[in-house]
């Protein structure tokens, strides 16, 4: 099946800093990418819906300035954690549809674990 | 809006006993439903999807899913568990075909199995 990369896996930052997670898809087009946070021993939460090339929407309650979302192109999207603090520590899950995919195929990263100091 | 509820925060089995994890959705069109396993630290891994054809789907790992319209449930099954199945599953679903159809997760349910 089709692979989706995360970088970093595990990142510690201080607070009040930026932190910038990758999101690849390897061996595929993906027109759109999603963007998760998932807390401990919670569910995944839908964060926001990335097309490349076009604005991300955001979901209610998800605040776009302070969770930057770029898809410049049909193989990455970033998501930039600004002036990060504590409560933005959490797991972070990019997935990626193949565009060529029939339907809903979505495949998704391994996550990317935030820990803010 | 679609939505997604497992029943069971929490399921202890025993080894080769089977097992049900139990998934309702709630949708006003039609759906494509999912089954992920997630084990720690780790993402997720698709165990099975219905899309459309037989209700009855087989995912990998030996699991099996039935697709059931009437009582809006997509119950997750296996007939005999081993002690590497202890893992967090998420019931998912999807409303439409189009590129931005979101996949919304259940609140998972805790598989933990005891030798």
């Known amino acids: 099946g089709a692979v989706v990369s995360q970088h970093p896996s595990r990142v510690i930052c201080k607070s009040g800093t930026s932190v910038k997670i990758e999101c690849r898809s390897l061996?595929?087009?993906?027109?759109?990418m999603f963007w998760y946070r998932q807390f401990p021993k919670q569910s995944l939460m839908l964060m926001a819906t990335s097309n490349e090339g076009s604005k991300a929407t955001y979901e209610q309650g998800v605040e776009k300035d302070k969770f930057l979302i770029n898809h410049a192109s049909l193989t990455l999207s970033t998501l930039t954690v600004t002036s990060a603090h504590p409560e933005d520590s959490s797991f972070y899950i990019c997935?990626?549809?193949?565009?060529?995919?029939?339907?809903?195929?979505?495949?998704f990263g391994p996550g990317t674990r935030l820990t803010v100091l | 809006a679609q939505s997604v509820t497992q029943l069971d925060s929490q399921v202890p089995v025993f080894e080769e006993a089977p097992v049900e994890l139990r998934c309702n959705y709630s949708?006003?069109?039609?759906?494509?439903l999912f089954w992920y396993v997630q084990y720690p630290n780790q993402g997720l891994q698709l165990l099975l999807k219905?899309?459309?054809?037989?209700?009855l789907v087989k995912g990998i790992n030996g699991f099996e899913a039935e697709f059931n319209k009437s009582q809006t449930s997509f119950h997750l099954r296996k007939p005999s568990v081993h002690i590497s199945d202890t893992a967090e599953y998420f019931c998912?679903?999807?409303?439409?075909?189009?590129?931005?159809?979101?996949?919304?997760f259940g609140s998972g349910t805790r598989l933990s199995i005891r030798p």
């Open positions: 998912a679903v999807s409303e439409g075909y189009s590129s931005a159809s979101k996949i919304i």
């Open positions: 997935s990626a549809r193949d565009r060529q995919g029939g339907y809903n195929e979505q495949f």
């Open positions: 219905y899309l459309s054809g037989s209700t």
């Open positions: 061996d595929f087009q993906a027109t759109t």
């Open positions: 949708s006003s069109v039609s759906v494509y």
